[in-house]
C-alpha cells in the first residue's frame, strides 16, 4: 500500500471549535478525512497489540493549536507514521488497522450501514447480485460472490475484485484492484461520482478477475469446472479485446473449439498463447529506448512486457524480467488542474520507474508514465511475493496468492511479540522491502514534485552474474512486428 498525505483542511464551525483534517490517500486515490486523534487512538491500539518498541514514533501532542507550519510538520509526520507502519506485515494485515481505514472511509463518506444489492461482473458481463451490508470488506464480498459462484474455498483467493471501466472506444480500462481496507460499495459509489463530471468514461463496474500468477495455479483451476468456467469466460474476454495475441488461423480453430463447447480443449490452446495470463494497461509513455515512446504495458509470467509504437509505424516488443529488477518507485511528477485529480489517478501523472539489470555489469533506470502506475507497482509486487513462495515450496493456492488480512493476534506479555497467524508462511511476508527510510516527503502545496516518491526493493534480484549469456540475450528482447 502506498500512503500519503498531500493536503489538510480546516473544518468546524468557529475558530475555537475548528480542527484539522488530514486528507489521507492510498495507493494514489483519497481514501478518507482523518483527525490527529483518531490516528493517536490507532497508534494506541497498536501499542497494546504488538511491542511498543517496535513501532514507530508518533507526532507527539500539543498544548496550544497549532500555527501553518506546525499543522504542516505534523502533516509530514503523520504521513511518514503511516508510510513506516504499513510496511510492517504484522500491522498492515491485522483486523485493526484495516477496521480502522474502513471505518474511517465509511464517517468520510457519511455512509448508512444498511443492506443493499451490489452487482459484480464476470468478464463476459455476467451479473452476479449479492446482498451485502454497504460497510462490507472487500474480503467479505469476493467470498460471497464466490460462494454465489460455488468456487471452492481453497481457490476464491486465486481471484480478486477490480473497479473496471468501459472507455468511448471500447476497450476497457483497469481502474484498481480493490483492497480489504476499503468496501466496494463505498469505493464504486465515490468514485462514480467523480466520473459522473467527466462525459468520456463509461460506467465504473466492480469486476472479477483471476489474480494469481504462476501456471501452478492455473493447473489447479483447470481441474474443477467452475473455475475452468472462469478461466474460459476471462480468456475469451481477453482475445476478443486483443489483450492476448493469436494469429488468424488459430483464432478460427478456438472459434470452433467455442462452438462445440470444448472449453478445456480451448484452454489448453489458449494457454499457449503470447500474453495468455497477463494483465494489460492502457497506453502509456516510456523514455525506452528514447524518451516520449509510446507503448502498451502488459505484466504477466514473471515480467513486464513493452510493445513499442515507433515514428515509423512498426511495433517492438522488449521483455524485462522481474528477476532483473534491483528495485521500483512510484512518483506523482504533476498535479492536474481538474479539481478532481486527488480523487482520480487519473487527475495526475504517475510514474512507474525502475531499476533494471540489462548485463551483469549494467543497472538501466527505466521509466513509465501511466495514470495506473500504482496498479503497475501493485501487479509487480503481487508477482514478487507468489514467486518467492513457490521457491520456498508452497503449494497451498490459499497461501501462494496473498496473506489474509484477517488474522488474529493473541495477547502475549508486553516484553514479547503478540501471536500472530502467519498467514503466508512467517518470512515470506517479508518478500519486498519498501525502504521506508528512504522516502522522499514532498509537499504538494509548493511544489509540482509526488507527495510520495516510494522505493519497493526487490527480493528476488538476480545479480549473481550467474547465466551471462542469459543476461546479455534475453533481458532485454526486441522482436519486429
Known sequence: MHFSIPETEELGDTKAKSYTGYCLHINGVYHCMVRYRQLYALHDQLRREFVASTLPMFPPKKL???????????????EKYLQLISQDPRISNSQTFNAFLLTAQQETRRERTENVNLDVFLMNEHKITVKILTIEQTDFVLEQVCSELNIPEDLIYCFSLFLIRRDEDGDITVVRKLQDFESP????????????LDNNTGPLKIVMRKSSWDASIDDRLLTEQTTLNLLYIQTVADIERGWILTSADTKQQLALMQARGSKRQFMEVARSLKYYGFMVFRPSITDHPEPHTRVTIALGKASLNMRLYTPSGEIKEVTFKVTRMRCWRIMKTETSNNPMGLLRPEGSKLELSFEYLVTAERLEWITIVSHQAILMSMCLQSM?????????????????TRCSAKRSVQKAPESQSPVVDEGCGGPVDYTVRKLAERFSVVNMKSTSKAAEDVFVENEIFNSSGEDSMELEDAAVTFANR
Open 185 to 196: 460499495y463505498i469505493s464504486q459509489k465515490a468514485l462514480t461520482s467523480t466520473e459522473s
Open 64 to 78: 496550544f493549536n497549532l500555527n501553518e507550519s506546525q499543522v504542516e510538520e505534523r502533516r509530514l509526520l503523520l
Open 384 to 400: 514478487v511475493e507468489e514467486l518467492v513462495r513457490i521457491r520456498g515450496g508452497e503449494k497451498d493456492p490459499r497461501r501462494l
